[in-house]
């Protein structure tokens, strides 16, 4: 089945370090998003990508749909304690009568102060 | 704005009782409703959507069942829990091109 390779797994960083994470699959997709996940919440939207090639800011986030359809990455600069968490890739082909999202398995961050 | 709704926050059962959680939403109708269930922390597993009322699919074969009586309501139950049912169960609702997520459960089964 189509699956979504994140990596890396996790991550310990000092503050005000760049952060940089990616998620690749074999499957072609028409919609990336990266979800922050805080410990006991839910996952919570960060950034969408619809178009391949696209590069979204958001704050001090960016993200990028790659041109081959097959990736995407996150970057976070600057990074600070609040950053703490979960980091979720996820990609659909929307669309199609489900568009369930595909997840990759995450990766964890901890920024030392 | 749409809302995901879900109860309890944390949930302590015995070993072979029975299990109900619910999820609703607020803001829309017609959704597509999910369960994820997230083990140690980590990636999510999705273990029912729904399409509508009454129209349930199963990824994985488990202890847990799904329903969704109302457009708005999506239950997930068990007559009997395992103690590998324990975990953070999180429901997630689609509309149009985003998913988004309820502040989850977290079931421990002893």
């Known amino acids: 089945g189509q699956q979504l390779n994140q990596s890396p797994q996790s991550m310990f960083i000092q503050e005000g370090e760049d952060v940089s994470m990616n998620c690749t699959s074999s499957?072609?997709?028409?919609?990336w998003l990266w979800y922050k996940q805080d410990p006991g919440e839910g996952p919570v939207l960060l950034i969408a990508?619809?178009?391949?090639?696209e590069l979204t800011s958001n704050g001090r986030l960016t993200a990028q749909f790659g041109i081959t359809r097959k990736d995407s990455f996150l970057n976070i600069s600057a990074s600070i304690p609040s950053d703490v968490g979960i980091y979720f890739c996820?990609?659909?082909?929307?669309?199609?009568?489900?568009?369930?999202?595909?997840f990759g398995k995450g990766t964890k961050l901890s920024v030392k102060p | 704005s749409q809302t995901i709704h879900q109860w309890p926050a944390t949930l302590v059962q015995p070993v072979g009782s029975p299990l109900s959680l619910e999820c609703t939403v607020e803001g829309t109708s017609n959704p597509n409703l999910y369960w994820y269930r997230q083990a140690a922390g980590r990636g999510l597993q999705l273990l029912f959507y729904s399409v509508g009322i009454g129209q349930i699919s199963s990824e994985v074969p488990q202890n847990l069942s799904a329903s969704r009586p109302q457009d708005r309501q999506f239950i997930l139950s068990s007559k009997k829990l395992l103690l590998s049912d324990s975990g953070f169960y999180l429901c997630a609702g689609r509309w149009g091109l985003g998913y988004t997520f309820g502040s989850g459960t977290r079931l421990t089964v002893v």
């Open positions: 499957s072609i997709f028409n919609t």
């Open positions: 990508l619809y178009k391949a090639g």
């Open positions: 996820a990609a659909m082909n929307y669309g199609g009568s489900q568009g369930n999202l595909i």
